[in-house]
C-alpha cells in the first residue's frame, strides 16, 4: 500500500504517519481491539464470582424468583461472559462466542432494568455494536451464516453487519457529549459529533476512529479513575464499569481502524467514482 494512496484505508490525501502505523500495526491491531472488545465482560464475570451472594441476593429481591432462579441468572453471566471471552481470545467458535455474549448484555438489560435508563442503554447498544464488529471479522466470506438469504447489491451480510457496529458505536460518545455554555463544552461536542458522524457513514473512517480512540482513552482514565477510590466505597464499583464498558467501546473502534468501514460506506463508494 502506497503512503500515498490511502481510499483502503479511509484517506485520500496524502498522511504517511498514519499509514506507517497501520502498517505496524496490522499484525497486532486485531488481537488488542478483541482484547479490549471482551474485557468488560471478562471483569463482570469475575466481579461475578467474587460477589456471587450479592448478585444472587440482589436478583431475588428485585424480581421475587426465589433462590433457584436467581443463582441460575447468577451462574449463566459468570459461565456465558468468561466463556465468550476463552473463546474470543482462542480463536475458537467465535460466532457463537459473539452471540452467547449478546444474550448476556439483553439478559442485564431487563434483569438490572437498564432498559430505563437511556444512558446506559446507549452504553450497552454501543457494546453490542462492538460485538457485531466482531462478528463481521469472524466470519468468513466463503461460509455464510446466511446460507441461502439473497445478498443485497454487491454487499454482503459481512458488510451490513459492518455498517450497524459502526452506528451502534457512536451511542457511546452521545452519552459524553454534554450541554453547558461554555467554550470548551461547545468545542468538544463539535469535534465528537463531527468524527462520530464520519465513523458512522464511513468517511475518512480510520482516522475518524483512530481520533476518537485517543480521545475516549484519555476521558476513560481520567473520568473513570476507579484504582484512586477505596474498593469498599460504591464509587469505585460504578467507575469500574464504566471504565471497562469504555475500554470495550475502544476495543470496537479499533476493529474499525484494523479492518476499515466494510462495503457499505462512503469509502468504499469513492472507489466506484
Known amino acids: 500500500m502506497s503512503l500515498y494512496c490511502m481510499s483502503d484505508v479511509g484517506l485520500n490525501v496524502p498522511f504517511p504517519s498514519l499509514s506507517q502505523f497501520l502498517r505496524m500495526t496490522k499484525q497486532y491491531l486485531p488481537h488488542l481491539a478483541r482484547l479490549c472488545l471482551i474485557s468488560t465482560f471478562l471483569e463482570d464475570g469475575i466481579r461475578m464470582w467474587f460477589q456471587w451472594n450479592e448478585q444472587k441476593d440482589y436478583i431475588e429481591a428485585t424480581w421475587g424468583c426465589g433462590y433457584f432462579l436467581a443463582t441460575c441468572f447468577v451462574l449463566l453471566n459468570l459461565t456465558g461472559q468468561l466463556g465468550g471471552c476463552v473463546l474470543i481470545l482462542s480463536r475458537n467458535f467465535v460466532q457463537y462466542a459473539c452471540f452467547g455474549l449478546f444474550g448476556v448484555i439483553a439478559l442485564q438489560t431487563v434483569a438490572y432494568s437498564i432498559l430505563w435508563d437511556i444512558k446506559f442503554l446507549m452504553r450497552n447498544l454501543a457494546l453490542g455494536g462492538g460485538l457485531l464488529l466482531l462478528l463481521a471479522e469472524s466470519r468468513s466470506e466463503g461460509k455464510s451464516m446466511f446460507a441461502g438469504v439473497p445478498s443485497m447489491g454487491e454487499s454482503s451480510p459481512k458488510q451490513y453487519m459492518q455498517l450497524g457496529g459502526r452506528v451502534l458505536l457512536v451511542l457511546m460518545f452521545m452519552t459524553l457529549l454534554h450541554f453547558d455554555p461554555s467554550?470548551?463544552?461547545?468545542?468538544?461536542?463539535?469535534?465528537?459529533?463531527?468524527?462520530?458522524?464520519?465513523?458512522?457513514?464511513?468517511f475518512k473512517t480510520k482516522l475518524a476512529a483512530l481520533t476518537l480512540v485517543i480521545w475516549l482513552l484519555a476521558i476513560n482514565v481520567y473520568f473513570n479513575a476507579f484504582w484512586?477510590?477505596?474498593?469498599?466505597?460504591?464509587?469505585h464499583?460504578?467507575?469500574?464499569?464504566?471504565?471497562?464498558?469504555?475500554?470495550?467501546?475502544i476495543g470496537g473502534l479499533l476493529l474499525v481502524v484494523a479492518l476499515g468501514p466494510g462495503g457499505v460506506s462512503m469509502d468504499e463508494k469513492k472507489k466506484e467514482w
Not at 191 to 198: D, E, S, Y
Open 183 to 202: 467554550f470548551f463544552s461547545i468545542l468538544q461536542n463539535m469535534v465528537g459529533t463531527a468524527l462520530i458522524i464520519l465513523v458512522a457513514i464511513g
Open 228 to 235: 484512586t477510590v477505596p474498593a469498599y466505597k460504591p464509587m
Open 237 to 249: 464499583d460504578f467507575l469500574k464499569y464504566d471504565f471497562f464498558q469504555t475500554t470495550s467501546v
